[in-house]
């Protein structure tokens, strides 16, 4: 009995097993690809599935979330004929008799950043970003601007939406819509989409 061996030749029937081998190793590497995306959204430590998109800032109340009363040493700013109240990076705007949650406008400038603001440069301009809002320096205050597009946030403020779009999932804020991205291992989240309010 004669056994055959696999020939590795460039006969036309070759081509077809190379073609094949080479299926196989694109299927295995896709496999790879999408547990280590799978194995980067989980939270650190192994505590096992997602981390939420609004990890930084879940201990925040959510945007529109309505309060009774505002937080210890508020400040107070006038803005457009509006006055909102800014405290540790949030916004609250009155309403019903208490406060909402809100996006401030752009343009609206505050004194000082709270802590642990995050800092990059896109397009050789220096933005600073905390809880959903963009910032730029205007003397000695930050002036609240529109996400510029590409920037790359590792969190979210609570109160996102989630939004499917052929399989893929993004997320909107205030009317700004973010994909995830794989960054150093970490997920973040790339402005796609930004509005003019």
């Known amino acids: 009995m004669k056994r055959k061996i696999l020939n590795f030749s460039s006969s036309p029937k070759s081509g077809d097993f190379q073609k094949v081998i080479l299926l196989v190793i694109l299927c295995i590497a896709l496999v790879v690809g999408s ?9 650190r430590g ?8 609004a990890w930084h800032y879940s201990r925040m109340p959510a945007r529109g979330a309505f309060i009774n ?36 406008p752009f343009g609206l400038r505050v004194g000082f950043l709270p802590r642990g603001f995050l800092s990059f440069t896109l397009g050789g301009l220096p933005y600073y970003y905390y809880c ?3 910032y730029i320096r205007r003397g000695g205050e930050y002036e609240v601007v ?28 205030d009317g700004v819509q973010y994909r995830p991205i ?16």
């Open 35 to 43: 547990v280590s995306v799978t194995e980067a959204q989980r939270h």
């Open 46 to 53: 192994g505590g096992g599935g997602h981390r939420d998109p």
């Open 69 to 104: 009363r505002l937080p210890h040493a508020s400040s107070r700013i006038n803005y457009g004929g509006n006055y909102f109240h800014f405290n540790d990076g949030l916004f609250y705007r009155p309403s019903r008799g208490g406060f909402v949650v809100a996006a401030p």
């Open 132 to 134: 959903g809002t963009y």
């Open 146 to 173: 529109a996400p510029p597009l590409g920037a790359v946030v590792e969190s979210l403020p609570p109160g996102y939406d989630r939004l499917t779009i052929r399989g893929e999932t993004y997320y909107v804020v």
């Open 182 to 197: 794989l960054r150093n291992g970490e997920i973040w989240y790339e402005v796609i989409k930004s509005p003019n309010r």
